[in-house]
Structure formats: C-alpha cells, structure tokens
C-alpha cells in the first residue's frame, strides 16, 4: 500500500473535523465579515463602485493567503509523516520535498501579499 500526500490530507482532515465540537461546526463559514461592509463599501447591499477596487482586491488576497496559510501548515505536517515513514522504507526524499515546497509557497504567496500591499499604498 502506498501513502499519498492527499490520503494523509484526507487523513488529517477528518481527524480534525472529528474533534471539533459541534457549536463550531454549527456557526457556518462566511469569506464577508459581519456587518458586510469592506472600508465603506457595503457588499452586502451591492453598494460597490471603482474607487473600492484597490480595497477589495487586498481583501481578497488576505482571504487568499490565509487559504495558503492553511493549506501550508496541512502540507508540512503531511511532509513530516513522509519523512517518519521514509525513514522505515529508507525513502526521505519525499518528504523533505513536500516540506519545502509547502514552505517555498507559503513564501510566494507572502510577496504576492506584500506586492499588492505595496502597489495599493
């Protein structure tokens, strides 16, 4: 049997949704915040014009980056468990790529952050 980087993701996935209580689960995910307004556009109501543009697109890519934030940590704790199972079938490589790339992304998707916060300022 051979263990894929997406079976230990499914793996860690389902453990993690098994252990939350059920008033988290209850309360629903929502990308808008509360109120639905984003510096004085209010999405919600559709109340958005041009000069909003710069604000929502930064919005966008802190949704974005907290996504890849996530998905990084999933990934290098799915390239820590390759790592302790190569060690048993002498196969580390594997791993140690899996840990890199999640960390090399998490760094991309950092300056992508960081270029759209220097072109809206």
Excluded: R
Aim: hydrophobic share 55%; aromatic share 8%.
């Amino acid at each position: 049997m051979k263990i894929t980087p997406i079976g230990i993701s499914a793996a860690l996935a389902a453990f993690v949704v098994a252990i939350m209580p059920p008033e988290v689960m209850a309360q629903g995910i929502s990308i808008l915040p509360p109120d639905g307004t984003i510096e004085g556009m209010n999405i919600a109501n559709g109340d958005v014009h041009m000069v909003h543009l710069p604000a929502l697109v930064l919005y966008w890519v802190q949704i974005l980056l907290s996504i890849a934030g996530g998905l990084a940590v999933i990934m290098v704790m799915v390239g820590g468990v390759q790592y302790m199972i190569g060690s048993v079938s002498n196969d580390k490589e594997q791993g140690k790529k899996t840990i890199t790339y999640a960390i090399g992304g998490l760094v991309l998707a950092f300056f992508a952050w960081w270029i759209v916060e220097l072109i809206q300022v």
